[in-house]
């Protein structure tokens, strides 16, 4: 699996090598097809990121044991959607070096006025909140002692409305879109709240099977059946 891994990452090296030597056109992206795979994976991304909530709110709000001791592979898996995001987002603008526009106070983000802008702050808040809490678990566990509840909590407590808001921002995100009215509709933000958090528990359950299947590490059929009624 590894080396098929290796396989797709050098293929796609390669495709992005093309595209930065002849263009957006070799992803035959149109009017039509505006956004194809690039921003497809950025919107289920988006909601994959927003799974590591369904896990913090039990395990540490309401200190339930079964689900405490698989909650680091929800943030895990949260830091890897929200950095896919981003990396699909960079391939998208077609040259890489626009990308400085969307860094805060170097580039001209044109903030608050932007809705992208508000979409890349509330991206990046969320990728820093699950890089703090996944250090500090992990620190905490590599030296065998007890989390600080002071300090945990607040952070979980603010990444719970920072995963609401990256979906909300990008639905009015699309929502800003008058070529696409389709998209012009207030129940876009709701939809994509019910859709992700559909796919982020949905993913997570395939993910601990695998790990149940291939790895020695226990987790437990309460926080499996758990994950499955959200």
């Known amino acids: 699996s590894s080396d098929l891994l290796i396989l797709l990452t050098i293929w796609g090296a390669f495709g992005y090598a093309k595209q930065l030597t002849y263009g957006l056109g070799v992803t035959h992206m149109s009017d039509s097809v505006s956004w194809a795979f690039y921003i497809g994976n950025f919107t289920f991304l988006v909601g994959v990121a927003a799974a590591s909530i369904m896990l913090v709110i039990p395990a540490y709000?309401?200190?339930?044991?079964?689900?405490k001791e698989i909650t680091i592979?929800?943030?895990?898996?949260?830091?890897?959607?929200?950095?896919?995001?981003i990396c699909f987002i960079v391939v998208d603008i077609g040259n890489p070096l626009r990308f400085w526009h969307m860094l805060p106070i170097i580039g001209t983000m044109n903030f608050p006025l932007s809705i992208l802008a508000w979409d890349s702050i509330v991206l990046n808040i969320y990728l820093?909140?699950?890089?703090?809490?996944v250090a500090y678990l992990l620190f905490c566990a590599f030296n065998k002692k007890e989390y600080n509840k002071s300090f945990i909590t607040p952070l979980i407590l603010l990444s719970i409305p920072m995963a609401i808001g990256i979906h909300?921002?990008?639905?009015?995100?699309?929502?800003?879109?008058?070529?696409?009215?389709?998209?012009?509709?207030?129940?876009?933000?709701?939809?994509?709240?019910?859709?992700?958090?559909?796919?982020g528990p949905a993913i997570l359950l395939i993910l601990f099977q695998i790990l149940r299947k291939t790895t020695k590490f226990e987790i437990r059929n309460e926080a499996i059946w758990k994950i499955a009624e959200y």
């Not at 709000?61 to 689900?67: D, L, S, T």
């Not at 820093?128 to 809490?133: D, E, F, G, T, Y």
Request: glycine fraction near 2%; charge should be positive.
């Open 128 to 133: 820093l909140l699950n890089l703090l809490i």
């Open 73 to 85: 592979f929800g943030e895990l898996l949260a830091i890897c959607a929200v950095v896919m995001c």
């Open 61 to 67: 709000i309401y200190q339930w044991k079964p689900i």
């Open 168 to 199: 909300t921002v990008t639905a009015f995100l699309y929502n800003a879109l008058p070529a696409r009215p389709f998209w012009n509709s207030a129940l876009l933000a709701p939809r994509f709240l019910a859709s992700a958090f559909c796919s």
